[in-house]
């Protein structure tokens, strides 16, 4: 797949099927609660995607048995959804969707607590999230790629967390993974040059221990290696000429973002 821009009308496409997936999340932040089953969470999101006239892009992708991946605690990403698996007040979960509007993909990701959580867990949740939002300050027509991934890393690295170098962002469009790869560490190159109409998923993977994982019997789950906490967080963006277009936030969270950027002037 080689990179494309997208055109306006595209990235209208783009703008409705990341409104859709947004809502998706907000569902799905609604429902978690000690006692549901990453199962149940799976089925509702699923159902939310196909009520919003919506196909669920990571059912089947490469043989993934669900539409959201569920991943605990010390899992990374795409834990898959089980009857068995019941959440716990304390845990933290990442919840990775991603979905398809009249031929265009969206993908966004978050982490939640799960009732009360410990002050460190809560810590890597939003470090991970300002990993995300520090990246993006490079995204923008001009700068090159891997400005992003430094960013990422140097935020992450200030709190002794493990970068996880096995997984990396992509660029999104007709495609869930298009050109190019989004590594969340620095990088030897610069990178390719941004360039307004790319539209990209940038998704930090963060650790509170090592960054190093492995991978479950199951063959998809990822873990940490030392069973530390892990955190994700991810948007499809599109870069323009000035600040980067996040496609898939919530209403609350673009409201929330906005009344940040007024107090910091
Ligand atoms: N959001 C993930 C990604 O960007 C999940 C896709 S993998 C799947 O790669 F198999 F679960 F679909
Ligand atoms: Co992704």
Redesign the pocket.
């Known amino acids: 797949m080689p990179i494309t821009i997208k055109s306006e009308r595209e990235i209208e496409r783009m703008r409705e099927a990341g409104r859709r997936l947004a809502l998706v999340h907000e569902k799905l932040q609604q429902v978690i609660r000690p006692g549901i089953s990453t199962a149940e969470i799976d089925r509702l999101g699923e159902a939310c995607i196909r009520d919003l006239d919506s196909v669920p892009s990571?059912l089947h992708?490469?043989g993934?048995p669900a539409s959201i991946?569920v991943s605990v605690n010390d899992e990374v990403?795409?834990g898959i959804p089980s009857e068995g698996r019941i959440l716990r007040e304390g845990d933290i979960v990442s919840l990775?969707a991603?979905l398809i509007y009249e031929g265009y993909h969206a993908?966004a990701?978050r982490t939640h607590a799960v009732g009360g959580v410990s002050p460190e867990a809560q810590r890597l949740i939003d470090i991970t999230r300002e990993c995300f939002f520090e990246g993006i300050r490079f995204a923008r027509a001009g700068h090159h790629l891997h400005e992003i991934s430094e960013a990422v890393e140097a935020h992450a690295e200030k709190y002794g967390y493990g970068v996880v170098r096995d997984l990396v962002g992509?660029g999104i469009g007709t495609h869930?993974?298009e050109a190019p790869e989004i590594p969340n560490y620095r990088q030897k190159k610069r990178g390719i040059l941004l360039r307004p109409g790319m539209t990209l998923?940038v998704?930090p993977m963060i650790n509170a221990g090592t960054w190093k994982v492995r991978w479950l019997e199951d063959q998809w789950t990822v873990v940490s290696a030392d069973h530390s906490l892990s955190a994700h967080y991810?948007n499809t963006i599109c870069i323009t000429e000035g600040e980067p277009e996040i496609l898939t936030l919530t209403a609350r969270e673009a409201e929330a973002l906005s009344a940040s950027k007024t107090e910091k002037g």
Do not use: Q, R, S
Request: glycine share 6%; proline share 0%; with cysteine.
């Open positions: 990571f992708y490469n993934y991946c990403v795409h990775d991603g993908d990701a992509h869930l993974h998923a998704e991810e």
